[in-house]
């Protein structure tokens, strides 16, 4: 009688290994959330939905954008950082991301490790412009009378550690120069006094300032990137201005809480780089001024240690750490 019991154990075992595991749920199944760092309206928002809309039909579920504003896009990044890591809660980071690793480090996120890059998908070009008063006509002479006038010469930004702020400190880094400084509650209220020649400079995007370069009130000096722009590509690049490996863009990224399975990451890069082909998202896109980019999560892992790295010692000689 032990022995029959013994037997009959045994082949239940030998049943139990034999059946096969339970199917996994095919991704994605349900809607999926992309948060934004930064308020409705704004460009990171507006690239979301725009990427949102086409990924829910090519993957046959929603894409909800669920904006998340706060401490410069560092409350988003922690809720999905802290989110279950299936897929379904991914962001659309920015920048701002890689400049506050160094600008305000939050010991609650590590944006490099806590975060898989998935894909990066857009970028704002941003174009260096003076009042005509200044007298420079291109980087090489801003430059020179940059030398001569040290501390003369003032930029406006939207803020102190923005990006069109660090755009600037990158160029007092790179150029050797020491520009000054004068941040504003946002960037209409230093372009205004761009144009009316309060300030001499600024570092903005390029869609805001090209109509005011049309009409002569303000000097297209460069691109600030390596490449010319297409939605200028009379305006020479930092590089051709001489001022290689300068790039201070505006982009935008999409990624998931580190520990994703990677066949989720891989589908989604897929799904997103099939959808900065199409027509319907990269007209709304460039509408906005925005040039769309796309590859692989490996090639975004990498771009964001070269930004992280960028910012560093910018921050540094700006004074700006905290």
């Known amino acids: ?12 075992a030998l049943a139990l290994s034999a059946a096969p595991a339970p199917a996994q749920e095919p991704y994605p199944s349900r809607p999926v959330r992309i948060v934004v760092g930064f308020g409705p309206g704004s460009s990171a928002d507006i690239v979301a939905r725009d990427i949102a809309q086409k990924l829910g039909q090519t993957l046959g579920q929603q894409f909800v954008v669920e904006n ?13 950082a802290r989110a279950q890591k299936d897929g379904y809660t991914l962001l659309m980071a920015t920048v701002a991301n890689t400049i506050n ?20 998908v857009a970028a704002v070009p941003i174009l260096l412009v003076a009042h005509p008063g200044l007298g420079v006509a291109d980087v090489r002479s801003l430059i020179a009378l940059a030398k001569r006038q040290p501390e003369q010469i ?3 930004s939207s803020g102190a550690g923005t990006g069109n702020h660090l755009a600037g400190e990158l160029f007092n880094v790179m150029a050797g120069v020491r520009l000054v400084h004068v941040p504003y509650p946002g960037s209409a209220q ?13 570092f903005s995007a390029a ?3 090209l109509p005011h370069v049309e009409t002569g009130k303000l000097i297209a000096l460069a691109m600030a990137q390596p490449a010319r722009a297409a939605i200028a590509p009379d305006i020479p690049s930092m590089t051709e201005a001489g001022l290689p490996g300068f790039d201070t863009s505006v982009w935008f990224g999409l990624l998931a809480p580190a520990g994703t399975s990677p066949d989720i990451v891989a589908a989604l890069s897929r799904a997103t780089n099939a959808a900065l082909k199409s027509a319907d998202v990269v007209a709304p ?10 590859g692989s999560p490996g090639e975004f892992a990498a771009y964001i240690r070269s930004e992280t790295a ?3 010692p910018v921050v540094a000689a700006a004074g700006l750490k905290k």
């Open 101 to 120: 690793a160094t600008l305000t480090p939050n010991p609650t996120f590590d944006f490099q490790k806590d975060l898989a890059p998935i894909t990066l």
């Open 285 to 294: 896109l460039r509408a906005q001024g925005m040039e769309p980019i796309g």
């Open 310 to 312: 960028k910012w560093a």
């Open 1 to 12: 009688m032990h022995a029959i019991w013994l037997s009959a154990l045994a082949m239940g």
């Open 190 to 202: 230093a372009l205004t006094d761009l144009i009316a020649g309060r300030i001499s400079l600024m």
């Open 207 to 209: 869609s805001t300032t």
């Open 68 to 80: 998340r504003p706060g401490a410069g896009s560092n409350i988003g990044t922690d809720y999905v």
């Open 154 to 156: 003032f930029f406006g």
